[in-house]
């Protein structure tokens, strides 16, 4: 592992809410980790997503007109999954009631599964992302109509 894939990592982890990062390559093993007050991140098998995440805040920039709805944005780099497995049924679908410990999707980071959680009570009105997609840290994944 080269001083540049090292970086990578740090980099990741200071991206997101993951709080350690362990990597073996050719007999080599890195860890990476910080001090945080987020929630622990586990190794999780396909279909058994680890506890989630609460979404980002927003605050609209000044000048920008503010939309109807609430976002649902990623809390770290990853690649957005609407299901726990290809063959299940998504968390939510558009039209579909949330609440703020409604599960919405998995962000998939380093093959660890995150649940991201709703954090807010609404309906979903529209799915900005596709299945599969990567994404980046702060990216609008889900605009919710607020109850």
Known sequence: MDLEQIKRLIDLLLESQITEIEVEEEGTRIRVSRQASVQQVVAAAPGAPAP???PMSIT??????ESPFQ??????????????????????KIGDE???E??????EAMKIMN???????????NILVEN??????????????PR
């Open 52 to 54: 989630g995440f609460a």
């Open 60 to 65: 609209p920039a000044p000048g920008v007109e």
């Open 71 to 92: 976002l649902i944005k990623a809390p770290m780099v990853g690649t957005f999954y609407r299901a726990p497995s290809p063959d299940a049924v998504p968390y939510v």
């Open 98 to 100: 949330v609440h703020p």
């Open 102 to 107: 409604t599960v919405v999707c998995i962000l």
């Open 115 to 125: 649940e991201l959680k709703a954090g807010v009570s609404g309906v979903v009105r």
């Open 132 to 145: 599969g997609e990567a994404v980046e840290y702060g990216q609008p994944l889900f605009e919710i109509e």
